[in-house]
């Protein structure tokens, strides 16, 4: 089995930073792309940010220029460095992974427990 485990939220000021992380762990053989889902009350839960092992990352329009994805293989660990953030911003955040677990097998999807972001002045 794989483990997501988020940390990194909280509550800020509009205006503000936060950097969310997420560690993956369990049984590993290789990560395809790691990313960034949120969902915020009475909404569907939406991709944030998403980067795959070739490095090419993608944003939701509404996060662009004050978002950042980034990943660290060596310790199966994404971030997400949030700038400027704005009250929508506020949601649970999900870090998902596409985890290949043996040599031969086909990608599973994973998902961590979310971590809240609140952004209130």
């Known amino acids: 089995q794989v483990q997501l485990v988020e940390s990194g939220g909280g509550l800020v000021q509009p205006g503000g930073s936060l950097r969310l992380s997420c560690a993956a762990s369990g049984s590993i053989f290789s990560i395809y792309a790691m990313g960034w889902y949120r969902q915020a009350p009475g909404k569907r839960r939406d991709l944030v940010a998403v980067t795959v092992s070739g490095g090419s990352t993608n944003y939701a329009d509404s996060v662009k220029g004050r978002f950042t994805i980034s990943r660290d293989n060596a310790k199966n660990t994404v971030y997400l460095q949030m700038n400027s953030l704005k009250q929508e911003d506020t949601a649970v955040y999900y870090c998902?992974?596409?985890?290949?677990?043996?040599?031969?097998?086909?990608?599973?999807?994973?998902w961590g427990q979310g971590t809240q972001v609140t952004v209130s002045s």
């Open positions: 998902t992974a596409e985890v290949v677990t043996g040599r031969g097998l086909l990608p599973d999807d994973y």
